[in-house]
């Protein structure tokens, strides 16, 4: 592995984590500064930019180790799939008509102290009333349809991480 290929995907994993980073603070920003309460799948889209976050620290420590950047840039693509799939339900019941969009629930509070686990977790993914209301946007894109340009862009920096890898393996 040649320098300019070490500096380069550093590059690309510090992007990803310097991307999450601020996704979150905004996020934080958003529900403690704006008040804007995040529904089910705003929590669950969190979640994956963790994992996204956490996955782009372990590429970043381990920039010469091939398997583990493999390994890190897979599971950030995962990651990426699972946010995607999320943040594409949520942009999905926000364009629903109003008499399609499901009831709103109780809240995740009162699901965490009173369902079973598995019951709130298919909330987590499934989403509800809750989920189509838009309270904040930015050049016309609600929240949800911009974490889903979010996910899609770190899925395709891990699939370049994860490609370019083999490409300069094959050529060594």
Not at 50 to 79: D, E
Not at 95 to 123: D, Q
Not at 128 to 145: I, K, L, P, Y
Request: hydrophobic share 50%; glycine share 8%.
């Amino acid at each position: 592995m040649n320098l300019s290929s070490v500096y380069s995907r550093r590059l690309m994993w510090l992007g990803c984590l310097f991307s999450v980073i601020g996704l979150m603070s905004y996020a934080i920003y958003a529900e403690r500064v704006l008040y804007l309460d995040p529904c089910p799948l705003c929590i669950t889209q969190r979640m994956f930019y963790v994992l996204v976050g956490i996955f782009s620290l372990i590429g970043l420590i381990f920039i010469r180790q091939s398997t583990v950047q493999r390994i890190a840039a897979s599971l950030v693509a995962l990651s990426a799939v699972g946010g995607i799939l999320t943040a594409g339900r949520q942009v999905w019941l926000q364009h629903l008509p109003p008499e399609l969009v499901p009831e709103c629930g109780p809240g995740l509070s009162y699901w965490m102290e009173n369902e079973p686990w598995l019951r709130t977790l298919s909330l987590l993914f499934k989403g509800d009333g809750n989920c189509a209301e838009v309270h904040w946007t930015f050049m016309s894109f609600s929240m949800g349809e911009w974490s889903l340009a979010w996910f899609v862009g770190l899925l395709l920096v891990a699939l370049v991480l994860l490609f370019s890898r083999r490409e300069e393996q094959q050529v060594v």
